[in-house]
């Protein structure tokens, strides 16, 4: 059972194929609520995490 609602990555190191595996979970989780990936070298990944981002923007806080 999925039961995160925060998730804090910052200064975590990560690269764009991270960025891609947490769009990922992001995408299929009904329970997160907020995601900060602030200080990380995720590149490319930010247009996956900001896509989905869009389509949850009632529900997701995401910070960059």
Do not use: F
Not at 23 to 47: C, F, P, Q, W
């Amino acid at each position: 059972q999925d039961t995160m609602k925060t998730l804090g990555l910052s200064w975590s190191n990560l690269g764009p194929s991270e960025a891609q595996e947490i769009a990922e979970y992001v995408r299929v989780s009904s329970v997160l609520t907020s995601l900060n990936l602030t200080r990380n070298h995720i590149g490319d990944g930010k247009a996956a995490l900001r896509e989905i981002a869009k389509d949850r923007a009632s529900s997701l806080t995401l910070k960059l």
